[in-house]
């Protein structure tokens, strides 16, 4: 669990730096489509916005208990688990701002951005998992009971 904690928590600390310069990229990005007045477009900018600086003070914690010398513990799953959902969402926000153009170009960093999202809630444990950890490590809920096998009375 050690492991698994400094893995998942080991970037936190200055992961938002990346989610705050695309943010600032779409900002001009919606510009360029005079789509700033859009009252939706702008709730979702502020939406992404807040959870960018979520992102960094989840950072400024983490980095705070490196400093004293604390394991990440399984709290990091909740890192994992928002910066992937973050991606994702984002992703598709931006892929329907830009409309038709999302589809013109491969090679476009928006586009790459929304594909490679795709599979940033399955690696490193997949966002259900996460909530487990969460759940029963971090909240004390009990263990999720096994599943049913087959032949077995449910």
Request: hydrophobic share 35%.
């Given at each position: 669990?050690?492991?698994?904690?400094?893995?998942?928590?080991?970037?936190?600390?200055?992961?938002?730096?990346?989610?705050?310069?695309?943010?600032?990229?779409?900002?001009?990005?919606v510009?360029?489509?005079?789509?700033?007045?859009?009252?939706?477009?702008?709730?979702?900018l502020a939406?992404?916005?807040?959870?960018?600086?979520?992102?960094r003070?989840?950072?400024?914690?983490?980095?705070?208990?490196?400093?004293?010398?604390?394991?990440?513990?399984?709290?990091?799953?909740l890192?994992?688990?928002?910066?992937s959902?973050?991606a994702?969402?984002?992703?598709?926000?931006?892929?329907?701002?830009?409309?038709?153009?999302?589809?013109?170009?491969?090679?476009?960093?928006?586009?790459?951005?929304?594909?490679?999202?795709?599979?940033?809630?399955?690696?490193?444990?997949?966002?259900?998992?996460?909530r487990?950890?969460?759940?029963?490590?971090?909240?004390?809920?009990?263990?999720?009971?096994?599943?049913?096998?087959?032949?077995?009375a449910?």
């Open positions: 669990m050690t492991t698994l904690g400094n893995e998942r928590g080991g970037n936190a600390t200055t992961q938002h730096v990346q989610y705050t310069k695309q943010f600032w990229r779409a900002v001009d990005l510009r360029k489509y005079d789509r700033d007045k859009d009252p939706l477009v702008r709730q979702d939406w992404a916005y807040t959870h960018c600086e979520i992102m003070f989840q950072g400024l914690r983490i980095l705070s208990e490196v400093v004293s010398r604390k394991e990440p513990g399984p709290a990091s799953a890192n994992k688990m928002f910066w959902e973050y994702q969402r984002f992703a598709e926000i931006i892929t329907n701002l830009r409309g038709a153009d999302a589809l013109i170009d491969e090679d476009d960093a928006w586009t790459q951005s929304f594909l490679s999202t795709r599979s940033v809630t399955i690696w490193g444990g997949t966002a259900q998992v996460q487990n950890i969460v759940g029963e490590r971090v909240l004390g809920l009990p263990k999720e009971p096994p599943a049913a096998t087959p032949g077995s449910a």
